[in-house]
């Protein structure tokens, strides 16, 4: 799909309704009342925090850096005098955060956008301190465009949350990475972009170009059509041949699921396997090994491509082990990303199967 055609134009435009409440509550909140500006800000937290992740690529850091947003709003909150938006307001404060945050580490991707592919045959690296691109639960998609259903087509749209979309914006210099995202995800004026960053909108406009041909080069030759809780009969299918294949530990069985090019990572490891041969030697010598433990998977879903909760089986009980997402083209599944950290499990509210 082509850049242009995600780019959203509705900027965030809230009912007359909601900005005389924000307002009135911003009236109080400045005078000192702190459940005013809980009640005033709380509508625009979840949002706050899916724009966070995109420009950080962790959801942790982005609840962390909410928090900072607020904190600051709160500390500056006699300097807001209504000439925008209270979300508008919130959405500059937040970006700086995340920019501040952003100078003191480094970007987030995943294995196949950081180094070579890995021998297939050879052990597994362990884990690298690497800070390594994290899934965003479908279920707070959901629950915020359940909360702001206008939002479903601009900041909370499937093509922008994908983790092939995640990995080629964390290509970008932190500022461009703003850019693009105030602009085409969020939708905000090349002006108000500038006026936030303290740059001229001839710069921003350069800025964003950059930016989007820079996402080009990096986002897959065909995108994910995965639409909200509407999978089609074909790709059910392929995902219950899927689990089943590793429920047998079925190599060629999943094998035959692959597209020709797939790609397999396994963060926090920095080794991938580029290639359905390249996979299938490592599936069957390591994970689908007669001697490994037998994997379980749980149906869920990430970054609006289809997920599973991997849960193992063995003498000791079924215990945690991972979270994978999937991204299929042409009825093949293309790229399998197994995010080695139990801990993430716990975000996707997945129980373990009996």
Same mark, same amino acid.
């Given at each position: 799909? $082509? ?42 937290? #979840? ?18 850096? +909410? ?28 970006? =700086? ?18 180094? $070579? ?10 884990? &690298? ?28 749209? =499937? ?46 406009? &350069? ?12 986002? $897959? ?10 999978? =089609? ?79 193992? &089986? ?12 999937? #991204?299929?083209?042409?009825?093949? +599944? ?12 716990? #975000? ?7």
């Amino acid at each position: 799909m $082509p850049l242009a055609a995600w780019r959203r134009h509705t900027g965030m435009h809230e009912s007359i309704e909601a900005a005389d409440t924000d307002r009135q509550l911003w009236r109080r909140a400045a005078a000192g009342g702190r459940n005013a500006f809980a009640d005033a800000t709380m509508r625009y937290r #979840r949002e706050l925090e899916l724009h966070c992740y995109r420009m950080l690529g962790s959801l942790d850091e982005a609840e962390d850096l +909410v928090q900072e947003t607020l904190l600051r709003a709160w500390r500056r909150r006699e300097t807001y005098a209504g000439r925008s938006t209270l979300r508008a307001w919130l959405y500059g404060i937040a970006t =700086n955060a995340c920019l501040d945050a952003l100078e003191r580490r480094s970007q987030r991707l995943l294995p196949y956008a950081a180094g $070579p592919s890995a021998d297939p045959f050879a052990t597994p690296p362990p884990a &690298s301190d690497t800070p390594w691109l994290e899934p965003y639960p479908d279920r707070l998609l959901d629950e915020l465009i359940d909360e702001q259903p206008e939002l479903a087509d601009t900041v909370a749209a =499937n093509e922008t949350i994908e983790l092939a979309f995640l990995v080629a914006i964390q290509q970008l210099p932190p500022r461009q990475r703003a850019v693009l995202i105030l602009r085409d995800v969020v939708g905000w004026s090349a002006r108000d972009t500038a006026e936030l960053l303290g740059g001229t909108v001839i710069a921003t406009k &350069s800025a964003l170009q950059r930016a989007r041909q820079t996402v080009k080069e990096y986002l $897959p030759r065909q995108r994910l059509d995965w639409t909200r809780g509407e999978a =089609n009969v074909a790709q059910q299918e392929l995902l219950a041949r899927y689990m089943d294949a590793w429920h047998r530990a079925d190599v060629d069985g999943l094998v035959a699921l692959l597209a020709e090019d797939a790609r397999l990572a396994m963060p926090p490891t920095p080794a991938w396997y580029d290639g359905r041969e390249a996979i299938r030697a490592f599936l069957a010598t390591t994970p689908m090994a007669p001697s490994a433990a037998r994997h379980l998977h749980v149906l869920t879903a990430a970054n609006r491509q289809p997920a599973f909760a991997v849960f193992a &089986s063995d003498e000791t009980g079924v215990y945690p082990i991972a979270l994978e997402v999937l #991204r299929i083209e042409n009825g093949l +599944v293309a790229t399998i990303d197994v995010f080695r950290e139990a801990r993430l499990l716990e #975000r996707f509210a997945v129980a373990a199967p009996a």
